[in-house]
């Protein structure tokens, strides 16, 4: 029995990997709703797994190692193709796929990764990063990403939030200023992967209000910003999240 409970953890790894795995494709096809509820349900397993390897005292260097890889693969290449697929299709909407300029617009997709398995390797090697962040999060940046995209490419129904002109304001940015935007958005944030910001950390070792604050705080204006905003409101929980924390 106890060698199956050592298992878990690593596979809940695993299926965070798998839901990666899908969230790439379906970014790269041009699914971004499918995309960004896989990439929810890989961080919902990312923080599982550490979770249940606490509690069943089945910690490992393997798991460590696993878990990283498997971030990569969930909060660095699947938002990566995401932002791939939808600069892809807004140069062919535009007709600019023939202009080597525009074409390397499309390699802004790739620091998403690149960054994000740079966060990585230095969260791995920094004893500092028990109780806080040193950077972003990559789950944090993952979910930042494949939610503005989602909204950007789909301008998200009025019936899914409550102001509905929020997501419209957002979806109606001209495709000749997006395609700039969106490259120089992708390299500003990447860039705070590996900041020296402190960030709190979402994972409790108590109920205590008093301890966790911030995230109580951070999870309760998520659910009003969801409520009021839908989909929109995610990508501002992330930025009101880098806020609290420096506050």
């Given at each position: 029995?106890?060698?199956?409970?050592?298992?878990?953890?690593?596979?809940?790894?695993?299926?965070?990997?798998?839901?990666?795995?899908?969230?790439?494709?379906?970014?790269?096809?041009?699914?971004?709703?499918?995309?960004?509820?896989?990439?929810?349900?890989?961080?919902?397993?990312?923080?599982?797994?550490?979770?249940?390897?606490?509690?069943?005292?089945?910690?490992?260097?393997?798991?460590?190692?696993?878990?990283?890889?498997?971030?990569?693969?969930?909060?660095?290449?699947?938002?990566?193709?995401?932002?791939?697929?939808?600069?892809?299709?807004?140069?062919?909407?535009?007709?600019?796929?023939?202009?080597?300029?525009?074409?390397s617009l499309l390699l802004a997709a790739?620091?998403?990764?690149?960054?994000?398995?740079?966060?990585?390797?230095?969260?791995?090697?920094?004893?500092?990063?028990?109780?806080?962040?040193?950077?972003?999060?990559?789950?944090?940046?993952?979910?930042?990403?494949?939610?503005?995209?989602?909204?950007?490419?789909?301008?998200?129904?009025?019936?899914?939030?409550?102001?509905?002109?929020?997501?419209?304001?957002?979806?109606?940015?001209?495709?000749?200023?997006?395609?700039?935007?969106?490259?120089?958005?992708?390299?500003?944030?990447?860039?705070?992967?590996?900041?020296?910001?402190?960030?709190?950390?979402?994972?409790?070792?108590?109920?205590?209000?008093?301890?966790?604050?911030?995230?109580?705080?951070?999870?309760?204006?998520?659910?009003?910003?969801?409520?009021?905003?839908?989909?929109?409101?995610?990508?501002?929980?992330?930025?009101?999240?880098?806020?609290?924390?420096?506050?």
């Amino acid at each position: 029995m106890k060698g199956l409970v050592r298992h878990i953890p690593n596979t809940l790894t695993c299926i965070s990997l798998t839901f990666g795995f899908y969230a790439a494709i379906s970014g790269i096809s041009g699914n971004y709703f499918y995309a960004m509820i896989a990439i929810f349900l890989a961080a919902v397993f990312d923080f599982s797994d550490g979770l249940a390897a606490r509690l069943l005292k089945a910690c490992s260097a393997m798991g460590k190692e696993l878990d990283s890889l498997a971030d990569v693969i969930s909060f660095g290449v699947a938002p990566g193709m995401m932002l791939f697929g939808y600069l892809h299709k807004l140069l062919d909407d535009l007709k600019w796929n023939d202009s080597i300029v525009c074409k390397s617009l499309l390699l802004a997709a790739f620091v998403i990764p690149v960054f994000s398995a740079l966060r990585l390797a230095k969260f791995n090697i920094d004893k500092r990063q028990k109780t806080s962040f040193i950077g972003l999060p990559v789950p944090a940046h993952a979910i930042l990403w494949s939610s503005l995209i989602t909204v950007l490419s789909s301008g998200i129904h009025e019936s899914r939030c409550i102001f509905p002109q929020f997501a419209q304001l957002l979806s109606s940015i001209k495709p000749e200023i997006m395609v700039y935007v969106l490259p120089a958005t992708a390299l500003a944030t990447s860039l705070l992967l590996i900041s020296r910001i402190r960030l709190f950390s979402l994972k409790t070792s108590s109920l205590s209000w008093k301890r966790n604050k911030p995230v109580y705080l951070l999870f309760l204006s998520a659910i009003v910003l969801i409520i009021l905003f839908g989909i929109p409101g995610i990508p501002v929980t992330i930025l009101l999240y880098i806020l609290l924390s420096m506050i």
